[in-house]
């Protein structure tokens, strides 16, 4: 290759790289304006035109970047779900030490904290669901994350002191056995029921608390939710230290 040909393919790589950075922080300046409409006016009423106005955008323009509202809104669930993941991860790491009840307490006070921080994002992956929208199959693996923290933390409790079976009513055992089937065969049926209950339980505490649900109720909510979610580890079966 010749001098000449090596300075214009360096020249065309460093364009595309340009390229590639400008589309990024497009992107994110994108997704940035479209949060904060969704803190003014919620997910419903999310427009691309209103993100391509404030941002100074032909509409036009900004559909190269997203073609549809539901493309937007999709890119803004799985960043809600990697960042509340990421959260559950940290925590679950920090206390990797701890005792199986330790460390199921940590990462729900963390999911607590992110919700708390975010609640306009929490509000879009758990609150109610977006007229007209349905959620890809895309979201999927981020929607994930924060739940194999929790399981990994009762697959070890299983493999490891073991767990106390929770009781399981005999009519629901066929589902019971059907939910550990798809999501934990290596887990007892009664801990795969109790864990869907808990996980339910938890959001449900978490947005109780977020959507004002426990005003003139729970005074001190850090204590309680803390309480709360060691009743949930023991109702899952984690009652080794």
């Known amino acids: 290759m010749s001098t000449a040909q090596g300075t214009a393919r360096g020249a065309a790589q460093g364009t595309k790289g340009a390229r590639a950075r400008a589309r990024i922080e497009v992107t994110a300046a994108i997704k940035d304006e479209a949060r904060e409409q969704l803190a003014a006016e919620g997910a419903a009423k999310l427009s691309l035109r209103a993100v391509a106005r404030e941002l100074g955008m032909a509409s036009s323009a900004l559909y190269r970047y997203f073609p549809s509202r539901d493309d937007l809104l999709t890119a803004l669930i799985i960043d809600a779900y990697n960042s509340l993941g990421e959260a559950a991860e940290a925590a679950r790491d920090t206390a990797a030490d701890a005792g199986h009840v330790r460390r199921w307490t940590v990462v729900c006070e963390a999911v607590r904290a ?16 977006v007229p007209g929208y349905t959620a890809p199959d895309d979201t999927v693996p981020a ?20 767990l106390a079976k929770p009781p399981l009513p005999a009519e629901l055992r066929p589902e019971a056995h059907r939910m550990a089937a798809d999501f934990a065969p290596d887990l007892p049926p009664e801990t795969v029921a109790a864990f869907v209950a808990a996980w339910a339980e938890l959001f449900g505490l978490v947005g109780f608390e977020l959507f004002g649900q426990f005003n003139r109720v729970v005074e001190d909510r850090e204590a309680f939710f803390r309480h709360a979610a060691e009743r949930l580890a023991h109702g899952v ?3 080794f230290p």
Not at 114 to 123: G, I, K, Q, S, T
Not at 146 to 151: D, H, K, L, R, S
Request: proline fraction near 8%; aromatic fraction near 12%.
């Open 114 to 129: 992110w919700a708390l921080a975010h609640p306009h994002e929490y509000a879009l992956i758990y609150g109610s669901p």
């Open 143 to 162: 929607a994930a994350r924060v739940a194999y923290v929790f399981t990994d933390i009762v697959r070890d409790a299983h493999q490891g002191p073991g």
């Open 237 to 239: 079966g984690l009652v």
